[in-house]
Nanobody
Framework: QVQLVESGGGLVQAGGSLRLSCAPS????????MAWYRQAPGKQREFAAF???????NYADSVKDRFTISRDNAKNTVYLQMNSLKPEDTAVYYC??????????WGQGTQVTVSS
C-alpha cells in the first residue's frame, strides 16, 4: 500500500519561509509527475506547483516567484520551498504523485498558517 507522507508545515509570520517535503512510503517503482495543491478554509483545492520527472516546472500565478518546487528522484521526494509567505497562503497543502504502473496518489495534507 503506497502512502504519500508530507512534512514541514507549521506557523510562520508573514514574510517568512517554510519548506515542505513529501515522499512515498512502501515499495515504489517509478514516479512520473509530482505536484503540490492547497486548500484554504471554505475554498476548493487549487493547484500550486508541478514538476515533471525531468525537472520541468509550472506554477500558479499566485505563488510564482515566491515558491520553488524541486525533487530528488533518488529519494522519490518532492519539495516546496515557500518564501515571502503571505496570510493568503494559509491553507492545507497536499502532495500529489503519479506513480507509474500504480496510479495517482495524494498525501494527507499538512497545515501551513501565515500570521500577519
Amino acid at each position: 500500500q503506497v502512502q504519500l507522507v508530507e512534512s514541514g508545515g507549521g506557523l510562520v509570520q508573514a514574510g517568512g519561509s517554510l519548506r515542505l517535503s513529501c515522499a512515498p512510503s512502501g515499495t515504489i517503482f517509478e514516479i512520473d509527475q509530482m505536484a503540490w495543491y492547497r486548500q484554504a478554509p471554505g475554498k476548493q483545492r487549487e493547484f500550486a506547483a508541478f514538476i515533471t520527472k525531468t525537472g520541468g516546472t509550472n506554477y500558479a500565478d499566485s505563488v510564482k516567484d515566491r515558491f520553488t518546487i524541486s525533487r530528488d528522484n533518488a529519494k522519490n521526494t518532492v519539495y516546496l520551498q515557500m518564501n515571502s509567505l503571505k496570510p493568503e497562503d494559509t491553507a492545507v497543502y497536499y502532495c500529489y504523485a503519479h506513480i507509474i504502473k500504480r496510479g495517482h496518489y495524494w498525501g494527507q495534507g499538512t497545515q501551513v498558517t501565515v500570521s500577519s
